[in-house]
C-alpha cells in the first residue's frame, strides 16, 4: 500500500525566515497531495493542495510543488509568521482515502 | 454552521465499556471517513464511507463498527474499550475525491 514518509519531524525558524519541508511517497497511482495545518486542540485543516498533473502551486506565503518523477512534494512557506507555528502534514490519496506523513512540527520564534 | 461536527469532544471512560461518538456534517458531501491520531500525533485512515457504502476498511478491530443512517452521518461505536484504544478520533468529509473537511476531533481516554 502508499507509504508517505515526511522530514523533518521537527523544524525551528525565525520570524521572517523561509520554512520547507518534504514528503516522498511510493504509490504511483496517488495523484492527490494536500497539505494541512494543525493547531493544538484543533483537527486538521487544508492549507493547500495540489494534483498530479500540476507541478508548482502557489496561495500568497506558502506554494506546493511536486516531482512525479521522483515521487516528492514539498511545502514551502515564506516570510514565516509566530502564527504559522503548529504541526504540518501531508499527504497523498490513495481508494480515496488519504495516507498522511508523520508530521513536521514548526516553530517560528520572534 | 460548523461544517463537520463530532460529539462528544471529550470521552473518558473505564475498560470493557461500550462507547459511541456522533459525526455530522452539514457540507452536502458524498464521503465521510474516521481517523485515529496516536499520541505521537500520527493520523491513520480507519473508515471511508460513500453514500452510506463502506468503501475503505482498514486494519481495525471489528470491536469498531461504523454506522452511516445517513448521508449527512458516521456515527463510530466502539466494543469491550482497551486501553490501546485511547486517542483523539476525526472525522472528515468531502465530495467525491475533493479536500476532506475534518471535525474537531473527540479525545477518547480509557482508564
Known amino acids: 500500500g502508499e507509504n508517505v514518509e515526511q522530514h523533518p519531524s521537527t523544524l525551528s525558524v525565525q520570524e521572517g525566515d523561509s520554512a520547507v519541508i518534504k514528503c516522498t511517497y511510493s504509490?504511483?497511482?496517488?495523484?492527490?497531495f494536500p497539505w494541512y495545518k494543525q493547531e493544538l486542540g484543533k483537527g486538521p485543516q487544508l492549507i493547500i493542495d495540489i494534483r498530479s498533473n500540476v507541478g508548482e502551486k502557489k496561495d500568497q506565503r506558502i506554494a506546493v510543488t511536486l516531482n512525479k518523477t521522483a515521487k516528492h512534494f514539498s511545502l514551502h512557506i515564506t516570510e514565516t509568521q509566530p502564527e504559522d507555528s503548529a504541526v504540518y502534514f501531508c499527504a497523498a490519496t490513495i481508494r480515496t482515502a488519504l495516507i498522511f506523513g508523520k508530521g513536521t512540527t514548526l516553530s517560528v520564534s520572534s | 454552521d460548523t461544517a463537520v461536527s463530532q460529539t462528544p469532544k471529550y470521552l473518558v471512560t473505564q475498560m470493557g465499556n461500550d462507547k459511541s461518538i456522533k459525526c455530522e456534517q452539514n457540507l452536502g458531501h458524498d464521503t465521510m471517513y474516521w481517523y485515529k491520531q496516536d499520541s505521537k500525533k500520527f493520523l491513520k485512515i480507519m473508515f471511508s464511507?460513500?453514500?452510506?457504502?463502506?468503501?475503505i476498511n482498514e486494519t481495525v478491530p471489528n470491536r469498531f463498527s461504523p454506522k452511516s443512517p445517513d448521508k449527512a452521518h458516521l456515527n463510530l461505536h466502539i466494543n469491550s474499550l482497551e486501553l490501546g484504544d485511547s486517542a483523539v478520533y476525526f472525522c472528515?468529509?468531502?465530495?467525491?475525491?475533493?479536500?476532506?473537511?475534518f471535525g474537531p476531533g473527540t479525545r477518547l481516554t480509557v482508564l
Open positions: 472528515a468529509s468531502s465530495s467525491h475525491y475533493n479536500e476532506q473537511f
Open positions: 504509490d504511483s497511482a496517488s495523484n492527490y
Open positions: 464511507y460513500n453514500n452510506k457504502e463502506l468503501i
